[in-house]
Every structure is written in C-alpha cells, then in structure tokens.
C-alpha cells in the first residue's frame, strides 16, 4: 500500500510518523497499534454520514445500514464485558467520562476520585479539568507506606466529604484495583462509582484483572491502548441507568456520532473476543513484569515495588536525572516513554521525578521477555549519558535496526 496524495506536504508527515511509528520502541503506556482491518474501516465511506441520535432513532434518513453497525457494536461490547448496556458513541475517555458526570451529577457536587499526582487521570477531579472545575472535587492518594491504594484510609475520605460519585480507576498505577470494596464504600455513602478502565480494559476483557461489572454502577474506557481499537471512548452501565447515559451522551455533550469510529471500535471488539487476544494480553503482563524487574536489577526504584498490569513507574531520584530530562534523552534514541509524577513527588508536572512505562505495543509487535530486558539495557545505558547527543544517535540506529526484526505496518505499507 501507497501513502501519497496530491497534499504532499501533509502526507510525507504522515509517512515520517508511519516511520517512526515502524521504527521506534512505543513504551508509552496508553499507546498501542492497531491493524489493517481497524485502520481501514476508520478510514471508509462512514465518514461522510451524519447519524445523530441511536439505532432506529435517528434525527437523519439513511442510516440503516448505519443502525446495524453501531447495533453490532453495542452487543459486543456487552457481550466481551458482560455488561447490561453499553454506549459506544463517546468520541474518548474523557467524553465517556463527562457524560457520567452529566448523567448523575450536578455542578457543585462532590466527587472523589485518584490524585493526579498519585496514579489519577484529568477527569478525576484534577483542577485544569471540567472535573475539578465545575464540581467540588476531593481526592485519595496511594500510602506512602507502599505506594498502594489504602482503602481504609479511601472509606474515611468518603465518610468524612459524603461525595455523589466516587471514582475508580487510574493512568498511572500499577497495581490491582479492588472494585468491590470501591462499591461497598459507595454503598456506605450513598454514591454513584464509575470504574474508569481505560488503561487495563484489555485486561479485563481477557479476564486478567478483576471486572468492575457488576460492582460499578457505570464502567468508561478507551477503546485503544490495552483493547487495542480506534481512538474513542465506550460506557457501560446497569440497565437501569441506560436511558440516563444514552441522553447525557447524545444530545447531553455530543451531536453525530463518528460512525467510521464506531465501525473500528466494532471490528476491535470482535478481535477481543478471540484466544489470540487473551494470549497477547498475557504476555503484556509477561513483558510489564519482566520488565519492571529488569529495570530494578539495574538500579532503577519501580513505584510500589513492582506492577500487576501493563505499565510501571521508574522513579529516577536516585540516578539523578528528571522525568523530563529522561524522556527527551530517550526520544532521541528512538525509545517513546513519558514523563511522569510519582507519588509524593516533590516537581512539577512538567519535569517530574518519573517516567512512565508500558508494554502494549512492543507485545503487539511481538516482542517477548528477552526483548524486553535488551530494552532495558538500552534505556539503562542512554540515562547513564542524557546529554550525549552522539550515543544517543548510535543508540537511535540500534533501536532501527533492532525493530526491523518486528515488522508491523512495513508489511502493508512501502516505508
């Protein structure tokens, strides 16, 4: 396959970013590939429709056919989660995540959720967020005894601020998150919980990670990193609540819906549902884990002591570099990680103490344990010398070289 076109400057960045896409280690946690058939629906005919409204409810003609691929979508997103309704239409996460606040929510609520600088997401009450500006936003932290959730100290949080949604779920933790003690403090309180999965939505699909269904009265997620699919979002929630999300996402925060999106998003909920896929979120798991010990073998401290999942955080106080300082060194050696605050961090969030790392996408390229503690050593040997441009280049053709080994889109497109 060709990628050209008559806007030669637009498409020979493009192709530079397929480049370095096929070229780079991808350990940024939340970034992933997805195949041929999910890039090539995403870039159909569906675009060009309008479809404003849900399956045989539409506010445009012609969306039959329309109608059944979102239906499609909609039972197999419930049928690989387990879920009683499903909304696909969310354009992200963070819309998915709007749309419970808008369901349930009024402005000036309280809400709880995971400190950003603890593991949290924006949309958790983070004051740069509409969550943490148009609510009254209190947060719980990992203990500084393990760097783990305390959920003791979680209930005495919730007792003490009574808020009206409680918030589970995190960008940047690596351990195993209990949903059902989550739901029994909700219970206690008298809160909404919304489990936002984004990060370990793969796990929980192949059944490596406990599933919040069933325990949370809404459930949101991306529908890439760990699941694989199209940028976009995806809702869950008891039936009983159906119609109070279908409305908060349409017309509550969205007007037409991006059906060629939500044709990928079926196509890699399908994929989902396959032997193949559980295999690969195992090895996932396989590589994180390895991964992070290598990474303590050599001298790195992994936030909370190790990871359960797919990611890990490496803080760097002890080896005397920045977050920042260690993801443009590393950018430059063609290795994509980014920087990250670790609990108790005492930097801002632009240069931080951490970085961040995740294994989704060299796993997806096929790449196993012993590739993993080769990219450590790479990594290791880069931080030692941040600031020498010349081994940063010899380790940028390294890197090439050894991804030829895992060829991905260079078998489908002239790069």
Known sequence: MKLDGKDTRVF???RRELDREEYSLILIASENYVDEDVLAVQGCVLTNKYAEGYPSKRYYS??????????????????????????????????????????????GDTVLGMDIAHGGHLTHGAKPSFSGKWYHAVSYAVSAKDEMLDYDEIRTIALREKPKLIIAGASAYSKTIDFEKFRQIADEVGA?????????????????????????????????????GPRGGLVMCDADLAKKIDSAVFPGIQGGPLMHVIAAKAVAL??????????YQRQIIINADHMAKC?????????????????FLVDLTPKNVTGNEAQIALEASGIMVNKNLIPFDTRSPNIASGIRIGTPAVTTRGMKV??????????????KRPTDASFMERTR???????????????????
């Open 62 to 107: 012609g969306c039959r056919y329309l109608d059944e691929i979102e239906s499609i979508a909609i039972e197999r997103a419930k049928t690989l989660f387990g879920a009683e309704h499903a909304n696909v239409q969310p354009h992200s996460g963070s819309s998915a995540n709007m749309a419970v606040f808008y369901a349930v929510l009024q402005h």
């Open 270 to 279: 399908q994929q989902a549902m396959t032997e193949e896929f559980k295999d």
């Open 295 to 311: 990474m303590a073998d050599l001298g790195f401290r992994i936030v909370s002591g190790g990871t359960d999942n797919h990611l």
């Open 192 to 228: 909404y919980f919304m489990a936002d999965i984004a990060h370990i939505a793969g796990l929980v699909a192949a059944g490596l990670h406990p599933s919040p269904i069933g325990h949370a009265h809404f459930t949101t997620t991306t529908t890439h990193k760990t699941l694989r």
């Open 370 to 383: 012993k590739e993993m503690e080769v990219i450590c050593e790479m990594i290791d040997a880069v931080l």
């Open 12 to 14: 020979e960045l493009i």
């Open 397 to 415: 053709a390294k890197v090439r070289e050894f991804c030829k080994g895992f060829p991905f889109y260079s078998r489908v497109y002239d790069i």
